[in-house]
């Protein structure tokens, strides 16, 4: 077998990983947006309804983005390649109109895990492609294609290395601090 031939296996599930870490930050990135509209991140008086309406929409493309990650990877491909792609268009354009406008900010919507999860969702919408033309050509097996245990391996590193620090940028990771500490119980800190 070629190294050509085995490069899908070893990249044939990181879609779905990179759903996980789409769902993982723009949930965190909703959770920023709420508090944000609520006025509970700092703001006097906050961001008002539209920051709760792009908390609600972040939420709901997170938990959608958990779900396709958990049913793909139990079936081991993409699950509905067509609507994953138009959906990962969708969401890419509604963010890049976020972005493009700067009404991101104002919204109490972290832009740099907003990106990281841009990145995730251009992973997914790539598997999702990819099945797409593999079905036009009639290239389907009986038998679906697995992973590799290296390729989810890799995949899960990159994914944490780009998740990580997107999670520490949002509001609930600025929250979490202090990072990286030994807490030990009844040891205070000067």
Excluded at 10 to 16: A, D, E, I, Q, T
Excluded at 40 to 53: P, R
Excluded at 75 to 98: D, I, K, N, Q
Aim: proline letters at 5%.
């Amino acid at each position: 077998m070629s190294s050509r031939s085995r490069l899908p296996g070893l990249v044939r599930g990181w879609p779905m990983l990179a759903a996980l870490g789409a769902g993982l930050v723009l949930t965190a990135t909703a959770a920023g947006a709420v508090a944000s509209a609520s006025g509970a991140a700092g703001d006097a008086g906050g961001t008002g309804i539209g920051g709760a309406a792009a908390g609600a929409v972040l939420a709901g493309c997170g938990l959608a983005a958990l779900g396709w990650a958990v049913l793909a990877l139990r079936e081991g491909r993409a699950t509905a390649p067509h609507a994953t792609l138009a959906t990962a268009m969708g969401v890419l354009a509604a963010s890049g109109a976020l972005l493009a406008t700067g009404w991101a900010a104002p919204l109490g919507v972290a832009v740099l895990p907003l990106l990281a999860a841009d990145l995730f969702i251009v992973v997914v919408a790539i598997g999702a492609a990819s099945e797409v033309r593999r079905a036009r050509r009639g290239a389907r097996s009986s038998a679906p294609e697995r992973s590799t245990l290296v390729g989810l391996v890799v995949g899960a590193a990159l994914v944490a290395a780009l998740a990580t620090p997107a999670l520490a940028g949002t509001a609930a990771g600025e929250l979490a601090v202090p990072h990286g500490e030994l807490h030990v119980p009844g040891h205070r800190h000067p």
